[in-house]
């Protein structure tokens, strides 16, 4: 049998107009030790990301109102401050959308994604992650 997985422990913001497709992929990175918030667009996402602090963006590649998960993961890391990693998934199939989605520099992922693809990559991102500084009792950085 398979080596059991080794859980990861990301939070991540998964961002996905698709409510079934959000539903089952929370599913599965919580089954993987994930903390997930999901989020339908760009607007929900940005509420979110400060309670979170995702480590991980995960985003559809296109979503509600002309909005695409290029554009929300800039926004998201322009709010946060500092370049979140993120991952891009598009079922699309049209040379332009992808030449798009390429050009922003997020890795992409096409659909359907094979859960073992997608815990591998996940795993390569939480091994690059630095641990967040303890707080002391004043909240300060230890």
């Given at each position: 049998p398979p080596a059991p997985l080794r859980p990861l422990s990301l939070r991540v913001l998964l961002i996905d107009d698709d409510a079934i497709v959000?539903?089952?992929?929370?599913?599965?990175l919580q089954a993987w030790g994930c903390v997930c918030q999901v989020a339908d667009g760009t607007g929900q996402a940005?509420?979110?990301?400060?309670?979170?602090r995702p480590e991980l963006i995960i985003s559809d590649y296109r979503l509600r109102d002309q909005q695409t998960g290029a554009g929300a993961i800039a926004a998201l890391?322009?709010?946060?401050?500092?370049?979140?990693p993120a991952l891009l998934i598009t079922g699309?199939?049209?040379?332009?959308?992808?030449r798009e989605?390429?050009?922003?520099?997020?890795?992409?992922?096409?659909?359907?994604?094979a859960p073992a693809q997608l815990y591998h990559?996940?795993?390569d991102i939480a091994?690059?992650?630095?641990?967040?500084?303890a707080e002391n009792n004043s909240g300060e950085n230890v």
């Open positions: 959000c539903a089952s992929m929370q599913r599965l940005l509420a979110l990301a400060p309670a979170l890391r322009q709010q946060a401050g500092r370049s979140v699309d199939t049209a040379p332009a959308r992808l989605a390429r050009n922003s520099g997020v890795p992409l992922l096409h659909k359907p994604v990559m996940l795993a091994a690059t992650l630095a641990p967040e500084p």
